[in-house]
């Protein structure tokens, strides 16, 4: 039987990030339908998962300079078009709309196969350890709008 390898980060393609999930007992309400909050961690992971496969460590960048870098959500708007339930299997795609500035601006959407559950805007801010604005550094904003590198990150 032969093994295929999973990456646990999901998979960078031509048209953004995907990642798969599956539903758990905890992500579902009384009603075993998926508790609106649990959403956005779904949301989340898949663009935790977009940066890791990038090959941005959000770890490293805090401390890449005197400034330091993080991200942080600014704005989300969310449209809810479907339920999932427990064990339905998700795919979370994420993928970059604008990045420079002081700002990035992301879509996301999860689906049940063909399904769309879920369609997301994100606005992420750009600021430094302190909470202040600061630039998205050039080469940094070209990682999120240029070519995809060939193998996702473990």
């Given at each position: 039987?032969?093994?295929?390898?999973i990456?646990?980060?999901?998979?960078?393609s031509?048209d953004g990030?995907?990642?798969?999930?599956?539903?758990?007992?905890?992500?579902t309400?009384?009603?075993?339908?998926?508790?609106?909050?649990?959403?956005?961690h779904?949301l989340?992971r898949?663009?935790?998962?977009?940066?890791?496969c990038?090959?941005?460590e959000?770890?490293?960048?805090?401390?890449?300079d005197e400034?330091?870098?993080v991200?942080?959500v600014?704005?989300?708007?969310?449209d809810?078009k479907?339920?999932?339930?427990?064990d339905?299997?998700?795919?979370?795609?994420?993928?970059t709309?604008?990045a420079?500035g002081?700002k990035?601006?992301?879509?996301?959407e999860?689906?049940r196969?063909?399904?769309?559950?879920?369609a997301?805007?994100v606005v992420?801010?750009?600021?430094n350890?302190s909470?202040?604005?600061r630039?998205?550094?050039?080469d940094l904003?070209?990682?999120?709008?240029?070519?995809p590198?060939?193998h996702?990150?473990k």
């Amino acid at each position: 039987m032969a093994v295929q390898a999973i990456s646990l980060s999901g998979e960078l393609s031509d048209d953004g990030h995907r990642l798969t999930q599956r539903v758990y007992y905890e992500d579902t309400d009384f009603s075993g339908l998926v508790y609106h909050g649990r959403y956005l961690h779904f949301l989340e992971r898949g663009r935790t998962d977009y940066l890791r496969c990038l090959g941005v460590e959000q770890s490293a960048l805090i401390g890449m300079d005197e400034e330091g870098l993080v991200f942080v959500v600014h704005r989300m708007e969310i449209d809810f078009k479907a339920p999932a339930r427990m064990d339905d299997i998700l795919t979370i795609t994420t993928r970059t709309i604008k990045a420079g500035g002081a700002k990035m601006i992301l879509e996301q959407e999860i689906h049940r196969e063909e399904k769309l559950l879920i369609a997301a805007k994100v606005v992420i801010a750009v600021v430094n350890r302190s909470g202040r604005p600061r630039r998205l550094p050039d080469d940094l904003a070209r990682q999120f709008v240029g070519a995809p590198p060939t193998h996702p990150g473990k």
